[in-house]
């Protein structure tokens, strides 16, 4: 399985509104990332998790809340989001947290913020 | 800091053309070259990838060779297919200390978009 799978694969969210996104990876790897990527843009990285402990939070406002329950799992918790947080939310996952690691991405979830 | 530059988009190619796309380089350390590449509605695939000058990266019918002298990375098929159509994204990795912590961050490209027609 080298798949890593995100859901849901669309969100519709209002302002006020609280939601989740989920990742999932069965490949074993210890470091895990959230991305987020507009329209016609590279990926924009967010947060990285390593050994399920964060290790990198790339300046990020706290309405987007990362968490990772275990060593699969990779959640990114959101709250009282503004139009302009409207994009593709990518995870990743690679073999370690290292220079030179290759990663294995999602999908994405389409986030849409009104 | 580390910076790459890909050559604008869009490119238009018909079926079996030679593709090339220009992709230039800065960076501090000694960085690893990637290029992925993102179908529409997915999310990004490695395509190749090198780790040292000289290197020769290649996967699907696609190359690109580590260049150190000319800080370049440029991608290159000999005959392209309509399924080959897609966003190229170029990306170095190099590493980083941050609080303590090394890791190595991807800085990507702008993207290229390629669109192969019958």
């Known amino acids: 399985d080298t798949e890593v799978t995100q859901t849901p694969k669309h969100l519709v969210m209002g302002m006020t509104n609280k939601k989740s996104l989920k990742c999932e990876q069965h490949?074993?790897?210890?470091?895990m990332y959230w991305y987020k990527q507009k329209a016609k843009k590279p990926p924009e990285l967010m947060f990285v998790y390593s050994y399920e402990k964060l290790s990198i939070n790339e300046s990020v406002p706290s309405r987007f809340s990362p968490e990772c329950p275990n060593s699969s799992l990779l959640n990114l918790h959101l709250h009282a989001l503004q139009p302009e947080d409207s994009a593709l939310y990518l995870c990743?996952?690679?073999?370690?947290?290292?220079?030179?690691?290759?990663?294995?991405f999602g999908s994405g979830t389409q986030l849409s913020v009104l | 800091g580390n910076s790459v530059t890909q050559m604008e988009g869009p490119v238009t190619l018909s079926e079996e053309a030679f593709l090339t796309i220009n992709c230039t380089y800065t960076a501090t350390g000694y960085p690893s070259l990637f290029w992925y590449v993102q179908y529409p509605g997915e999310g990004l695939q490695l395509l190749l990838k090198?780790?040292?000058?000289?290197d020769k990266g290649s996967n699907k019918g696609f190359e690109a060779t580590y260049r150190k002298e000319t800080t370049s990375f440029h991608l290159e098929k000999g005959s392209v297919q309509v399924s080959d159509s897609a966003v190229y994204f170029c990306a170095l990795s190099d590493g980083v200390n941050a609080g303590g912590t090394s890791y190595g961050k991807l800085t990507f490209g702008q993207g290229t978009i390629l669109t192969v027609h019958p």
């Open positions: 090198a780790t040292k000058a000289d």
């Open positions: 990743a996952s690679s073999h370690r947290q290292g220079y030179g690691e290759k990663l294995f």
């Open positions: 490949m074993g790897h210890r470091a």
